[in-house]
């Protein structure tokens, strides 16, 4: 290391800030590469360029400067700790005001393990009217490596349908409730034929009229629901379907994979069949199906025969 670079005040300061941080960096690393030549004194401070050599020293650690013009009095201690420019080419780190602001805590590079307090007063005939604010750089988080959907040990196909068992909860509810109002066809035509039509009962058809007319109305809207719950699953499940195959695929090991690469694009194709399965009108008539034994049930009361 350069002589004149441990003379340099300010960067001494920023070692110190970085230690004050937990992120201790030495002089030389905060200094390599920048345009500095042999036996040239270094100069941090600048206020020809906004991005001076002491920002460019500081992002090396990880902190984002800013040079502002302030006296000491508006200086916020929200900011605190900042690096003030004093007279003389020197520098000192600001940690804290007194309550009344008539002292200051300071840590100067002749004293970097320790805090000395000094009257506001004093420091403000030193002080040249410039201070770095210094803050932690935004890093934005890494995502490359983490996975979207997190498969776990979960069955491709079970485990898929596990992540959308409260959709399909619905559904069957809703399915339930849609196969009750189909027997609502059948007993109002009975009930007009044995009761309605041999007594003349207008008023009783009326009534029976608007109650399946209802009925109907409450069934058209859950079938709906019910198509558009089924799409939703469906796309759900095709997407984390298709995306858990590709990815146990390309973690397949060398020594795994088969011999003949067309066979294996084969029976990668047969996926697709399962995976229309989930947005054809297929699944919907298979939701219906267990509902057939209500049919018989109702059936087995009305006329035990026919059953």
């Known amino acids: 290391m350069h002589s004149d670079k441990i003379k340099d005040e300010l960067l001494q300061c920023l070692v110190i800030f970085t ?3 937990n992120n201790p960096y030495s002089a030389d690393a905060l200094t390599i590469g920048l ?6 004194e270094i100069e941090l401070f600048s206020l020809k360029s906004s991005k001076s050599l002491f920002s460019r020293a500081a992002s090396r650690a990880g902190f984002a400067s800013t040079l502002v013009r302030k006296d000491l009095d508006q200086i916020s201690p929200l900011v605190l700790p900042c690096i003030l420019m004093l007279r003389g080419k020197k520098a000192c780190i600001l940690q804290s005001f007194s309550e009344d602001k008539k002292m200051a805590n300071i840590i100067t590079p002749d004293l970097s393990t320790g805090t000395s307090t000094i009257e506001t007063s004093k420091l ?54 849609i196969n009750l109002f189909v027997l609502a066809s059948p007993l109002f035509t009975m009930n007009v034929y044995d009761r309605v ?15 399946v007319s209802v009925v109907y109305g409450i069934d058209l809207f859950l079938k709906f629901v019910r198509s558009y719950f089924l799409e939703i699953a469906g796309k759900k499940s095709d997407i984390i379907m298709s995306s858990i195959l590709f990815e146990r695929v390309m973690d397949m090991k060398f020594s795994n994979k088969p011999k003949s690469v067309g066979s294996f694009a084969s029976n990668l194709k047969e996926f697709d069949t399962v995976r229309n399965f989930f947005s054809s009108a297929s699944l919907a008539a298979i939701v219906d199906l267990p509902f057939a034994l209500i049919f018989l049930i109702v059936t087995y009361f009305i006329g035990s025969y026919l059953v």
């Open 19 to 21: 230690k004050l941080h």
């Open 197 to 211: 039509v041999p007594n003349n009962a207008v008023e009783t058809l009326w009534v029976l009229a608007l109650g």
């Open 124 to 177: 403000k005939d030193e002080y040249l009217g410039y201070a770095y604010y210094l803050k932690r750089e935004f890093v934005p988080e890494d995502t490359s490596s983490t996975k979207l959907i997190d498969a776990g040990n979960d069955h491709w196909f079970w485990g898929t349908l596990k992540r959308s068992k409260k959709i399909y909860f619905d559904v069957v509810i809703a399915s339930f409730i």
């Open 35 to 40: 345009p500095v030549k042999d036996g040239e």
